[in-house]
């Protein structure tokens, strides 16, 4: 069924049709509308979220929309946000609509295995990296980088930039920003398998830049590996929760042994041997921010480690090479 959405300036137009077969989707990760802009024929994306409470009055709309606005300037990484439209049916979030596909095609579809080599993935962290050091810059944590969110924009042929990619950071409704969620969330979104124990455990205070970076080095070890790092038959979600907070980063035959080492750094985090709820609030809180001491501090050092693992990898190539045609003369030589 068409419908039509009155934004600020523009209205938008999509065929408004929710799936049958998930009710919980659209409550908790939204849905994807494709659209258009009525007034200039522009395709747009229009993310659904079902539950309105999300946004409290009109004045909390505009102070989503002014930040989004402030987002829209900050860095070319971000995904431009249009318009936050409420309806009695609910939040719509209209952004821009992109060319390519995010690093969970990547992995997970056999579309694309010349994007699956450890430098171009390195690259492409390293590019989230600078994004993330300017929205830390100005104390916005987006508290949800994991493979969906990271889109890699192909040109008009839709081939992706393997030497130079163009990456865009998505789903900014989940950010904190100073200190405060963009929306009315009753408790701290977190998500399975990529957020930090801090956000699976609801620390406020302790909800920083290492937990981002936390959760890109476990997008990019599901990357490399094509699978999730704490997997479960049952795919029980208390389980696989137990798992992010008692089991440490468990080696995986994808991953090169030298990418390994930084991972772990990414990724570090206190292994509860109990359940955390049986510590004392003052003992977990210790606990938790050890283990963040630990992990890179800031986006710009991880972002360096990364940069400097590029530059190992690619002198390997060449001494590859090198040896490879040293050893071709030789033989030509005998011959």
Known sequence: MLQT??????????????????????????????????QNEQPVIIR???????IINKQHQE??????DGLNQLHSGIVQTYDCIT???????????????????????????HLRNAVFLLKVTEKVCEILSVLHKNK????RIQPST???????????????PTVKLLNFEYAQVNGQNILNFPSIPYALYYSAPELVLQCKPLINETTDLYSLGMTLYESFAREHAFICENE???????MQLSYPLKRHHRID?????????????HIFSSPPMRYKTEARMKFLYNAQTQRFQNARDMQEAISQLINDFQQKKENSVYKKMQSFLRLGKKN
């Open 5 to 38: 959405i009155h934004g600020r300036k523009y209205s938008y137009v999509f065929d408004f049709e929710l799936p049958e077969e998930d009710e919980t989707t659209a409550q908790d990760l939204g849905i994807l509308f494709h659209g258009k802009c009525e």
């Open 48 to 54: 659904y979220i079902a539950d309105t409470k999300l």
């Open 63 to 68: 102070i989503i929309q002014s930040i989004f």
């Open 87 to 113: 309806t009695e049916s609910g939040i719509f979030f209209v952004r821009e609509q992109l060319i390519g596909m995010d690093l969970h095609q990547v992995a997970f579809s056999g579309d694309y295995p």
């Open 140 to 143: 916005i944590i987006h508290r």
């Open 150 to 164: 990271v889109f890699l924009v192909a040109n008009e042929l839709g081939q992706i930039d393997v030497e130079n």
């Open 236 to 242: 029980d979600k208390n389980l696989i929760i137990n």
């Open 257 to 269: 042994k030298q990418i390994f080492p930084f991972l772990q750094k990414a990724t570090a985090k």
